[in-house]
């Protein structure tokens, strides 16, 4: 759906109250307090009631992101925030567009402001019960004056600030200046210099988008509930299951049992350690070339977060339907609770429920869709996201360092946004196990998975010397895998795997898959310091083309990589 149309608004065009603010322009100097800045959205993807609680929404996570503090976010209900101390550094976030940009500052001033004239809440509705901070939009920014007369405003009540901006094109428009002399004045006011961060580079406007909608699947039945009651389930639905070929033809003839031990094992602590980092890399880098696939061990997340996480999946799944179906996808849409690439009626189904999410960058969420039940769960999908976008950056930092690419960003910025499928395989009847699949066949679209199982039930299989062969990850570890994405970049160096999983008839399984890529509106291509003088053999096009061809077909093999190839 697209988002809801802003209102054009204009410093002038605002109702006199908005301007009323008894602030002595413009002033700068350095700030003793860091300023907040975000380079982001004034839309929510849902229908606020108004366009400052759209606001509050945006800012949330850019002023999370920048406190370091924890955040409660109630979708169009307002946000309570729990600031931690300031950060050491100030912080880029990411971008999405919008009409105009503005500045915000916390709701306390706006409160005291609108009290003085008599008027109760300027319209935060909800947001005035919630306790603490709360953001408001001050005033939309449209020339070089009112940057100063806003940096100032914020200085003087030590506020964070946070700047909320429009795609490149229009900040030019309006500025008639450089992007980069606008945030070099940012910066300077907030006292931080040029400083860089994690998250971005200062002075450098990223110019990006939430994501765009994509398509989505068909509509099928729910496979949990189906597997409730097996004998309820008509001959012409089980059909849609049923495949022509038993899947244990195709089992590898000759796979010793033993023979997962030796999908690779990288350590992470060693390889970024210097005194093992070179054999660790060298690991990584024969993993990639002859495996796609690696198991990561001593990743350096917590053993409490990531049992948690499974704890939080189990217990989600195992709520009501009609609860899980509250969080369903909407037609036309990828995120929630359903299924991935049903395109036809006529296609073999998949003998799973999936819920996806949209989980890095914060601005990206959709939090709509982040269950309430467990209430564990938001705060332990958002500790385990971050710490799994760690590794991932890590990882693919040291795969550029293995791939002579010289500047790593070209590759760590495949970690720059991620994803999370989280995988209900029911146990299927005994008598048609055989030939029903919990996931077809498939490469992942992405960068680079990170895939956690959450129990000891095996089901994953990876394509290897024409057979499958089944892989069980070790305790504790996070089961790497090279996606599409990578493969394109690396010219086909790394390739990314065809695996699929299958289904018991007895137990349960589940997994959380993390697949991490760059933000929205990059090019995805054959990277020139990998193809130096050889040809390119794949096409470049946009990532929403990309995404578009993955998200409109079936799972279906290395397909969408043949479609990339430069025949
Ligand atoms: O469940 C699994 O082990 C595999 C999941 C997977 O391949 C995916 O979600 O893309
Ligand atoms: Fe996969």
């Given at each position: 759906?697209?988002?809801?149309?802003?209102?054009?608004?204009?410093?002038?065009?605002?109702?006199?109250?908005?301007?009323?603010?008894?602030?002595?322009?413009?002033?700068?100097?350095?700030?003793?307090?860091?300023?907040?800045?975000?380079?982001?959205?004034?839309?929510?993807?849902?229908?606020a009631?108004?366009?400052?609680?759209?606001?509050?929404?945006?800012?949330?996570?850019?002023?999370?992101?920048?406190a370091?503090?924890?955040?409660?976010?109630?979708?169009?209900?307002?946000?309570?925030?729990r600031?931690?101390?300031?950060?050491?550094?100030?912080?880029?976030?990411?971008?999405?567009?919008?009409?105009?940009?503005?500045?915000?500052?916390?709701?306390?001033?706006?409160?005291?402001?609108?009290?003085?004239e008599?008027?109760?809440?300027?319209g935060?509705?909800?947001?005035?019960?919630?306790?603490?901070?709360?953001?408001?939009e001050?005033?939309?920014?449209?020339?070089?004056?009112?940057?100063?007369?806003?940096?100032?405003?914020?200085?003087?009540?030590?506020?964070?600030?946070?700047?909320?901006?429009s795609?490149?094109e229009?900040?030019?428009?309006?500025?008639?200046?450089?992007p980069?002399?606008?945030?070099?004045?940012?910066?300077?006011?907030?006292?931080?210099?040029?400083?860089?961060?994690?998250?971005?580079?200062?002075?450098?406007?990223m110019?990006?988008?939430?994501?765009?909608?994509?398509?989505?699947?068909?509509?099928?039945?729910?496979?949990?509930?189906?597997a409730?009651?097996?004998?309820?389930?008509?001959?012409?639905?089980?059909?849609?299951?049923?495949?022509?070929?038993?899947?244990?033809?195709?089992?590898?003839?000759?796979?010793?049992?033993?023979?997962?031990?030796?999908?690779?094992?990288?350590d992470?602590?060693?390889?970024?350690g210097?005194?093992?980092?070179?054999?660790?890399?060298?690991?990584?880098?024969?993993?990639?070339?002859?495996?796609?696939?690696?198991?990561?061990?001593?990743?350096?997340?917590?053993?409490?977060?990531?049992?948690?996480?499974?704890?939080?999946?189990?217990?989600?799944?195992?709520?009501?339907?009609?609860?899980?179906?509250?969080?369903?996808?909407?037609?036309?849409?990828?995120?929630?609770?359903?299924?991935?690439?049903v395109?036809s009626?006529?296609?073999?189904?998949?003998?799973?429920?999936?819920?996806?999410?949209?989980?890095?960058?914060?601005?990206?969420?959709?939090?709509?869709?982040?269950?309430?039940?467990?209430?564990t769960?938001?705060?332990?999908?958002?500790?385990?996201?971050?710490?799994?976008?760690?590794?991932?950056?890590?990882?693919?930092?040291?795969?550029?360092?293995?791939?002579?690419?010289?500047?790593?960003?070209?590759?760590?910025?495949?970690?720059?946004?991620?994803?999370?499928?989280?995988?209900?395989?029911?146990?299927?009847?005994?008598?048609?196990?055989?030939?029903?699949?919990?996931?077809?066949?498939?490469?992942?679209?992405?960068?680079?998975?990170?895939?956690?199982?959450?129990?000891?039930?095996?089901?994953?299989?990876?394509?290897?010397?024409?057979?499958?062969?089944?892989?069980?990850?070790?305790?504790?570890?996070?089961?790497?895998?090279?996606?599409?994405?990578?493969?394109?970049?690396?010219?086909?160096?790394?390739?990314?795997?065809?695996?699929?999983?299958?289904?018991?008839a007895?137990?349960?399984?589940?997994?959380?898959?993390?697949?991490?890529s760059?933000?929205?509106?990059?090019?995805?291509?054959p990277?020139?310091?990998?193809?130096?003088?050889?040809?390119?053999r794949?096409?470049?096009?946009?990532?929403?083309?990309?995404?578009?061809?993955?998200?409109?077909?079936?799972l279906?093999?290395?397909?969408?990589?043949?479609?990339?190839?430069?025949s």
């Amino acid at each position: 759906m697209p988002p809801p149309a802003e209102k054009s608004r204009s410093w002038s065009s605002l109702p006199a109250p908005h301007r009323r603010q008894a602030i002595t322009p413009p002033t700068l100097v350095p700030a003793a307090n860091p300023i907040a800045v975000r380079l982001g959205c004034r839309r929510c993807s849902h229908d606020a009631p108004s366009q400052t609680q759209r606001v509050s929404m945006a800012t949330t996570s850019a002023y999370v992101a920048a406190a370091g503090g924890e955040a409660a976010v109630w979708p169009c209900r307002g946000t309570l925030l729990r600031p931690r101390p300031p950060p050491p550094r100030l912080a880029f976030l990411s971008r999405t567009p919008a009409r105009g940009a503005s500045i915000s500052l916390p709701t306390g001033l706006h409160r005291a402001a609108a009290a003085a004239e008599g008027r109760t809440g300027m319209g935060v509705g909800s947001e005035e019960k919630e306790e603490g901070l709360t953001w408001l939009e001050l005033e939309p920014i449209d020339s070089d004056d009112q940057l100063d007369w806003a940096l100032a405003a914020g200085q003087q009540r030590g506020a964070p600030i946070v700047l909320l901006c429009s795609p490149l094109e229009v900040i030019k428009g309006v500025f008639g200046n450089s992007p980069a002399s606008i945030f070099s004045k940012i910066l300077d006011a907030s006292g931080r210099g040029a400083e860089s961060t994690d998250l971005g580079k200062p002075g450098v406007l990223m110019e990006d988008t939430k994501p765009r909608n994509l398509g989505g699947s068909l509509p099928v039945p729910n496979v949990q509930d189906l597997a409730a009651r097996p004998e309820d389930l008509p001959p012409t639905l089980l059909d849609r299951y049923l495949r022509p070929q038993p899947r244990t033809v195709d089992l590898l003839p000759d796979a010793p049992a033993d023979e997962q031990e030796h999908v690779p094992v990288v350590d992470l602590g060693r390889l970024l350690g210097q005194e093992h980092g070179a054999e660790e890399a060298a690991r990584l880098r024969f993993a990639c070339e002859n495996w796609g696939f690696f198991q990561v061990v001593n990743h350096g997340i917590p053993e409490e977060t990531m049992e948690e996480m499974k704890r939080n999946v189990m217990g989600f799944f195992a709520l009501p339907l009609a609860e899980k179906a509250s969080l369903a996808q909407k037609p036309g849409g990828i995120e929630g609770y359903g299924q991935a690439f049903v395109v036809s009626e006529e296609q073999k189904l998949d003998w799973a429920d999936m819920f996806y999410l949209l989980t890095q960058p914060p601005t990206y969420r959709d939090l709509h869709l982040w269950p309430s039940h467990p209430s564990t769960f938001k705060n332990c999908l958002e500790s385990y996201s971050a710490e799994v976008q760690r590794v991932a950056g890590e990882l693919l930092r040291v795969m550029a360092e293995n791939l002579g690419v010289r500047d790593h960003s070209d590759m760590t910025r495949l970690a720059a946004t991620q994803s999370t499928r989280m995988n209900y395989y029911p146990p299927c009847p005994e008598a048609h196990v055989d030939r029903v699949l919990g996931l077809s066949p498939h490469s992942d679209a992405t960068g680079l998975t990170l895939l956690l199982q959450v129990s000891s039930v095996p089901g994953l299989q990876i394509r290897r010397n024409g057979g499958w062969l089944p892989v069980m990850p070790l305790p504790g570890a996070l089961l790497a895998n090279v996606g599409d994405v990578i493969e394109v970049f690396t010219n086909g160096k790394y390739k990314s795997v065809e695996h699929r999983a299958v289904v018991n008839a007895r137990e349960e399984r589940m997994s959380i898959a993390a697949f991490h890529s760059s933000e929205n509106g990059t090019t995805y291509g054959p990277l020139e310091d990998i193809v130096g003088d050889q040809e390119a053999r794949y096409r470049s096009i946009s990532d929403e083309e990309f995404y578009k061809l993955v998200v409109s077909s079936e799972l279906d093999g290395k397909k969408i990589m043949d479609a990339m190839k430069i025949s």
